[in-house]
């Protein structure tokens, strides 16, 4: 099993940036992929980014030029620094953590609130 916690939600203004962490626990297999989801009000959950063991990335087209995924496999954390930020970026964002050997299922954080608003 793997426990994720996430923080680092709130309210910003537009423009302004956010820093989301994720720290993974429990039975760990590497190499493994982190990543950031999101759910806006009404929508389906849509990929954000994602981070392969050896810092290998992926962005949805909407965030690439603002946000920056990054990892320190050392602390199984990853992070999403978030900046310019939009009101459409308002949504609850939720860490993906999948194995590629050993235990491969999929696991999800509980999800952290973003709202961007003036």
């Known amino acids: 099993q793997v426990q994720l916690v996430e923080s680092g939600g709130g309210l910003v203004q537009p423009g302004g940036s956010l820093r989301l962490s994720c720290t993974a626990s429990?039975?760990?297999?590497?190499?493994?992929?982190m990543g950031w989801y999101r759910q806006p009000p009404g929508k389906q959950r849509e990929l954000v980014a994602t981070?392969?063991?050896?810092?290998?990335?992926n962005y949805a087209d909407s965030v690439k030029g603002r946000f920056t995924i990054s990892r320190d496999s050392a602390k199984n954390t990853a992070y999403l620094q978030m900046n310019s930020l939009k009101p459409e970026d308002t949504a609850v964002y939720y860490c993906?953590?999948?194995?590629?050997?050993?235990?491969?299922?999929?696991?999800w954080g509980q999800g952290t609130q973003v709202t961007v608003s003036s």
């Open positions: 993906r953590f999948q194995a590629i050997v050993g235990n491969t299922n999929v696991y």
């Open positions: 981070i392969a063991y050896g810092a290998i990335t």
């Open positions: 429990g039975t760990i297999f590497s190499p493994n992929t």
